[in-house]
């Protein structure tokens, strides 16, 4: 079987990308985490195992071995409290969770709402230990394996750059706003959440706008809300209520969510944004 080590690096790896970032989460070199992979494939292979893919956390286990490894060392890591393993979308890592407590090991890179999917993969197989999302709306907790625990909610807006012509004018309609600008891709947004929109886009269109045919940097609008703003302050909210808006969750599983180290993410999470509030006056936040 895998020691606690050798699953640490494989995980880590599957899930952080690179072995120097495996060497740093548990400060060792990377020859020597380089050494430990090729040992943790070899263990893999002679139980049966076969890696899919060298950075991809699904591993070909029809006996389910590594979910039963996986499972034991996520409840070590817990008792042991080592420190949780988190992947955070866009603005709940670099609004809420930064600076990111000792021991807990935050993904490296901005992750928008388009990875949700990849973030409750990871939280399933229990790579990660707790998911904090962003979707268009409150994700169903009918999952079999996890639960959601709502942190906010806040309006979905039309943003644009603040050089557009629209990005100062009152009152606008559906018509203004699809006359004087293009729908563009937004990476804050996911799938789910686009598709409500582009029907938005559509509607727009259908009640006599028509689409700008030029697409400009200052032709161009996007969706998402007062996060992105604080992100990306070269946008600015039309003068426009859209009826959507976009929930923040956090995403366990239902044998951890009422552990004492997920019980203090979620407080520091409710703690952090609460204090967003007084730059987002529409932040809900549910008791």
Known sequence: MLSIEELACLDLHAWLG??????EQLV??????????????HRLN????TLTSRSHPVIADDQGLLAQLRTIHQALRFHQQRGLRLQATTWLRHLALEPVPCNWVVNPAPLHGS????????????????APITGPEAVADEHPQLCF???????????????????????????????????THSSFINPGCRRILERMDAAMIASGGR????????????????????????LVALD?????????????????STHPALRALLTLLRERLSLLRKRIPSLDLPS
């Not at 060792?28 to 494939?41: D, F, L, W």
């Not at 002679?46 to 195992?49: D, T, Y």
């Not at 426009?240 to 951890?256: I, K, L, M, Q």
């Open 240 to 256: 426009f209520e859209t009826p959507y808006t976009s929930a923040d969750v956090v995403a366990v599983h239902h044998d951890w």
């Open 149 to 183: 625990m709502t942190l906010s909610r806040k309006p979905l807006q039309i943003l644009v750059h603040r050089q557009h012509c629209l990005a100062r004018d009152k009152g606008l309609t559906i018509g203004d706003i699809a006359d004087n600008s293009t729908l």
């Open 211 to 234: 689409p700008c045919r030029r697409l400009e940097s200052a032709a161009a609008r996007l969706y998402g809300n007062a996060m992105t703003c604080l992100l990306k302050p070269e």
């Open 46 to 49: 002679e139980l049966g195992l």
């Open 28 to 41: 060792s070199s990377q020859s020597r985490i380089c050494r430990i992979a090729k040992r943790s494939c």
């Open 18 to 23: 690179t072995q120097q970032a495996v060497a």
């Open 115 to 130: 990875n949700n999917c990849a973030s409750l993969a990871l939280l399933e197989e229990r790579v990660i230990d707790a």
